[in-house]
């Protein structure tokens, strides 16, 4: 797959991944980066468990996204319906799936969540999951040789293949 330049929609957990590895700045350079006001409160909530260096001011994250969408009941009853599986996800994730559900543009997202993989497979749309260790090869950051595995290729492969296997396809 060849660089995304559109929308690249990210959950709370590649945020603070991205603040641990130090590459939030390099990542936010280097794509149009959007999420839903819940991944950002997320971002906010279990600082106390951090390390300090981790931790994320709120405004210079907002600053640095290109959009912060909220969503509000009635898109996520539409999204429920869409894909009734949406709904057992985790907050964050659940408010991200149902913007995207209602914005069919040409968006990738970058949640390395096995629920997130499950939607994007029962809804064959798997090739609109990314791993953020491809977004980062893309804009040449090296900083990504230190990413947790479920930010990696291999981990991305397995649980879309797990996935499939589980639904049939």
């Known amino acids: ?37 819940k991944c950002v409160e997320e971002t906010q909530t279990g600082l106390q468990n951090r390390d300090p260096e981790t931790w994320i001011d709120q405004k210079e994250l907002v600053d640095s996204l290109a959009a912060v969408h909220p969503v509000d009941d009635n898109q996520r009853a539409k999204g429920y319906l869409f894909e009734p599986h949406i709904a057992t996800l985790d907050a964050g994730e659940r408010d991200l799936w149902c913007w ?13 969540d096995s629920a997130t993989y499950e939607v994007a497979c029962l809804r064959k749309m798997t090739h609109r ?11 040449g950051f090296s900083g990504r040789k230190n990413l947790r595995s479920n930010f990696k290729k291999p981990w991305h492969d397995a649980t879309i293949a797990a996935s499939q296997a589980r639904n049939g396809f």
């Open 100 to 112: 995207l559900h209602d914005h069919p543009d040409a968006w990738v997202v970058c949640s390395p």
């Open 1 to 37: 797959m060849a660089k995304h330049y559109g929308p690249v929609f990210v959950d709370a957990n590649v945020i603070i991944e991205c603040y641990r590895i130090g590459g939030w700045k390099a990542l936010s350079g280097g794509y149009k980066l959007s999420t839903v006001v």
């Open 129 to 139: 999951v990314i791993f953020l260790e491809k977004l980062f090869e893309d804009i």
